[in-house]
Nanobody, 122 residues
């Protein structure tokens, strides 16, 4: 059974930082593209960042470029999202996902975590 478990969310002031983690089990982690998505109230789930299995390539949504960094540790079956210079607009539930290709569409990802809440106050 595949499980993705996110952690690291919380409440932070604008300009602050958080690091999200996602631990995977039940799949060959090192063969999966890993992605982060977010969903704000009343909005569709949106792509944030993704990283290839070897970590040689990554891709970011324009809204987070230069502020967020995705990374992975295949030995720990863990993907991270370092979020700096946070803005109130970053407030959302953040989900990690595992897929086969470096794509931005949620439909390209096969497995999802339950999400972790990130709230940025102004």
């Amino acid at each position: 059974q595949v499980q993705l478990v996110e952690s690291g969310g919380g409440l932070v002031q604008a300009g602050g930082s958080l690091r999200l983690s996602c631990v995977a089990s039940g799949l060959t982690f090192s063969r999966n593209v890993m992605g982060w998505f977010r969903q704000a109230p009343g909005k569709e789930r949106a792509f944030v960042a993704a990283i290839t299995w070897s970590a040689t390539s990554s891709y970011y949504a324009e809204s987070v470029k230069g502020r967020f960094t995705i990374s992975r540790d295949n030995a720990k079956n863990t993907v991270y999202l370092q979020m700096n210079s946070l803005k109130p607009d970053d407030t959302a539930v953040y989900f990690c996902a595992a897929g086969d290709a470096l794509k931005t569409s949620p439909s390209a990802y096969n497995y999802w975590g339950q999400g972790t809440q990130v709230t940025v106050s102004s």
